[in-house]
C-alpha cells in the first residue's frame, strides 16, 4: 500500500512538472542589428513559433544551435577547488563531453591564477576527456574568471559553428583578472555566445557577478551547494543547449516602439532604442551589398542612354528646323500628332546599334542571331539579358542569400537568352546538315537534266524543307538584285556556320574555275558529306558512355546539394552562409569546370 502511494506521489509529481519542464523561454533580444532582430529561445519541444505583439511572423530564419555548436568548457582550478571539488568538476565535464554529438566542436580552458587553452577546438571528444583527466590544482594563489570568459569568447569569435556556449564553473570570486566584468560580457556578446555559468556556494562566495553575467550574454545560472551535483548540473545545461533556437526576422517597427516577443510559451518585452527615423526603412532587399552596385549600374546606363538620346534628339531637331521653311506645315498641323508605338524602344535600339557596330563581340553576336533565324536585332538580345539579370538577381535577393548567390543568379539569368539563340542555332545548322546530301543529289539530277545551275536552286526551293529552302530562297533573291551568285552563297556558308557546306561551297569555286562537271561533282561530294555523316554518328555512339558520364558527375552535385538543402537547410547553412563554405563552392566549381572540360576533350573527336 505504501509502495503503490509512493508511486501515485511521483506521477503527480511528472504531470506538474512535465509542462514546467516543456515550457520554453526567450534567453536574449539582440538588437545590435536592427531591424533585424535575433532572439534566442530555449524549446524543449519543436521549432518555436514566434510572435510579434500576438500576431505571428512571417519570414523567420530559424536555425538550430543544437545541430552544429562550439562549446568551451572553463573549469576553476585555483587552491579552492582542491581534492574532491575539482575531482567531481573534471568528471562531470567529462561525461558533458562523452555526451557530445559529433557535429560539435569543443575547446577546454582551465584558469587558476591565470586562464589558458588546454586544448583547441575539436570535434573529437578524446583530447577533451584527456585535457580534463589529467587537470590539476593550480599551486599559485588566484582567480582568473573573467580572463577565462575573454579567452573563451576570442576562440569561439573564430569559430563558424551557429551554436556558440561557454559553460565555467567556479567556487570563488575572481581575485587575478585582468580584464573586468563589463569586458567580459563585451567579449562573449561579440562573439555570440551564451555563457553558463555553475556556481558552488562556500564560504564567501557571492553569485550575483555570475548571475549578470549569464543574464547578459543570454545564458543561464545554476548553483548548488555540493560539487557531487555537478554532473546533474551539466546534464540540465546540456538538455538547454539541446532546445535553443536561434530566430531571425526583420522587423517593421520604428526606433522608439515597444515589442512583446512571444516564442515556445515564454514571453518578453523589448524597446527598440534610439528616435523615429524621418524616413521608412527600405526593404531587405535593398540592404544586400549588392544593391549599391546595382544602382550605380542602373544610374550609370540611364545617364548613358541620355546623353545618346538627347545628341540624336538635338541634331535631328536642328535638321528638321532648317528644313522646316522649305518644306511647308506638316499634314494634319491643326491636330496633335500621335507619337508612333514603339518608337522611343526602337530609338534605343538603333542608338545602341549604331554604337557598338563596331565591336567584334556584337558583330558575334549578330551573326548568332542570323544563323539562329530569330527576328531580333542584337541590341534587342543585349537589352532583354540585361532584364533577365537584374529579375533573376532581385528574386535572389529577396530571399537574403549571400551575395555571391545573388551575383551568380544573375550571371545566370543574363545567360540564359544568349543559351537559348545558340541552342537554336546548332539545331538549325544540325537540320541543315542531315538535308544537305539529299539537296546535293537534287542538285546533280537536276543538272543531268539539262537545266542550269540557277534553275537547280529554285528546284530545291520548291521541294526542300526548312532550313534549307529558306536560305537559297535568300541566295536567289540576292542574285535578281545583283549580287554575284558566288558571293551570295560564301555569305550563306558563313550564315550558317556549316563546316559541310562550307567544303561544297569550296569545291563548288574551284569547279567553275578549272571547269568540269558540276553534276558529277555534286555526287562526289555528296557521297562524301554522307560518309562524314555516318562517321561522325559512330563516334557519337561510341562515346555515349562517356559524355552521360560527364553530364552526371557534373549533375549529380547540384541536385544532391539541391536536395539535402531542401531537406535540412539548417545543415547546408554553414556551406552558404560561411566564408570557409562559400570558398569552399568556389573551389568545388572549379574543381568541376576543370573535369568537364578534361572529360568533353576525352569524348570529342575532330575529323
Not at 560539487?227 to 526606433?255: D, M
Not at 535631328?316 to 528644313?323: D, K, P, Q
Not at 500628332?337 to 553576336?365: I, M
Not at 546539394?561 to 566549381?589: D, E, F, H, S, W
Request: net charge positive; charged share 15%.
Amino acid at each position: 500500500m505504501i509502495q503503490w502511494r509512493i508511486g501515485l506521489v511521483a506521477l503527480a509529481a511528472l504531470a506538474v512538472a512535465a509542462p514546467a519542464a516543456a515550457a520554453g523561454r526567450v534567453v536574449d533580444v539582440d538588437l545590435s542589428g536592427y531591424p533585424e532582430l535575433r532572439v534566442t529561445v530555449v524549446s524543449p519541444g519543436a521549432r518555436p513559433v514566434l510572435e510579434e505583439n500576438g500576431v505571428p511572423l512571417a519570414g523567420v530564419r530559424a536555425t538550430s544551435l543544437a545541430r552544429a555548436k562550439s562549446v568551451v568548457l572553463a573549469v576553476d582550478r585555483s587552491g579552492s577547488m582542491a581534492g574532491t571539488a575539482l575531482a567531481d568538476a573534471t568528471a562531470a565535464a567529462r561525461a558533458f563531453v562523452a555526451a557530445t554529438s559529433g557535429a560539435d566542436r569543443i575547446q577546454v580552458i582551465a584558469f587558476g591564477h591565470r586562464a589558458y587553452a588546454l586544448t583547441r577546438f575539436s570535434s573529437s571528444t578524446a583530447d577533451a576527456g584527456a585535457a580534463l583527466a589529467g587537470l590539476a590544482r593550480d599551486p599559485v594563489i588566484g582567480t582568473a574568471l573573467w580572463d577565462a570568459v575573454v579567452l573563451a569568447a576570442q576562440g569561439l569569435a573564430r569559430e563558424d559553428r551557429p551554436g556558440r556556449a561557454i559553460v565555467v564553473v567556479t567556487d570563488g570570486r575572481d581575485v587575478s583578472s585582468r580584464a573586468s566584468p563589463a569586458q567580459a560580457i563585451a567579449a562573449a556578446r561579440r562573439a555570440g555566445a551564451a555563457v553558463h555559468a555553475i556556481g558552488i556556494a562556500g564560504a564567501g562566495f557571492s553569485p550575483a557577478p555570475l548571475r549578470e553575467l549569464a543574464a547578459r550574454t543570454g545564458g543561464s545560472y545554476r548553483q548548488t551547494s555540493s560539487s557531487g551535483r555537478l554532473a546533474a548540473v551539466y546534464a540540465e545545461i546540456a538538455r538547454t543547449l539541446a532546445g535553443t533556437w536561434e530566430l531571425r526576422y526583420s522587423t517593421s517597427a520604428r526606433p522608439g516602439d515597444e515589442l512583446r516577443l512571444t516564442a515556445g510559451g515564454a514571453e518578453r518585452a523589448v524597446r527598440i532604442p534610439g528616435a523615429a527615423p524621418t524616413t521608412s526603412r527600405p526593404s531587405a532587399a535593398w540592404r544586400s551589398s549588392l544593391a549599391p552596385l546595382a544602382v550605380a549600374g542602373l544610374v550609370g546606363l540611364l545617364v548613358l542612354l541620355a546623353c545618346g538620346f538627347a545628341v540624336t534628339a538635338g541634331s535631328g531637331m536642328w535638321l528638321r528646323a532648317r528644313l522646316q521653311p522649305h518644306l511647308g506645315p506638316p499634314p494634319g498641323a491643326r491636330s496633335p500628332r500621335r507619337r508612333e508605338r514603339g518608337a522611343f524602344p526602337r530609338r534605343v535600339f538603333a542608338t545602341t546599334e549604331r554604337t557598338l557596330a563596331n565591336v567584334k563581340q556584337f558583330r558575334a553576336l549578330q551573326r548568332l542571331l542570323a544563323r539562329a533565324d530569330l527576328p531580333l536585332l542584337a541590341a534587342e538580345l543585349l537589352y532583354v539579358a540585361l532584364g533577365c539579370g537584374i529579375a533573376f538577381g532581385f528574386l535572389a535577393a529577396l530571399a537574403t542569400p549571400p551575395p555571391l548567390f545573388v551575383l551568380a543568379s544573375m550571371a545566370a539569368g543574363a545567360a540564359l537568352p544568349f543559351l537559348f539563340a545558340l541552342v537554336k542555332a546548332r539545331a538549325r545548322m544540325r537540320a541543315f546538315d542531315g538535308q544537305l546530301p539529299d539537296l546535293l543529289i537534287t542538285l546533280a539530277a537536276t543538272l543531268k537534266a539539262g537545266h542550269s545551275f540557277e534553275q537547280a536552286l529554285q528546284a530545291v526551293v520548291d521541294d526542300g524543307a526548312e532550313p534549307a529552302a529558306g536560305e537559297f530562297r535568300r541566295v536567289l533573291t540576292e542574285t535578281r538584285l545583283g549580287r554575284p551568285l558566288g558571293d551570295a552563297l560564301a555569305a550563306m556558308a558563313s550564315r550558317i556556320g556549316s563546316k559541310n557546306f562550307t567544303f561544297v561551297i569550296t569545291a563548288v569555286t574551284i569547279q567553275r574555275q578549272i571547269g568540269g562537271s558540276l553534276a558529277e561533282l555534286f555526287d562526289l561530294v555528296a557521297e562524301t558529306v554522307r560518309q562524314r555523316h555516318q562517321f561522325a554518328r559512330k563516334v557519337r555512339g561510341l562515346t555515349a558512355m562517356g559524355r552521360m558520364s560527364a553530364y552526371v558527375l557534373t549533375g549529380l552535385p547540384f541536385f544532391i546539394a539541391l536536395a539535402v538543402t531542401a531537406l535540412n537547410p539548417a545543415y547546408m547553412a554553414p556551406l552558404y552562409g560561411t566564408p570557409t563554405g562559400q570558398r569552399l563552392i568556389v573551389l568545388g566549381l572549379v574543381l568541376m569546370t576543370t573535369g568537364t572540360v578534361i572529360l568533353r576533350r576525352i569524348v570529342s573527336f575532330r575529323g
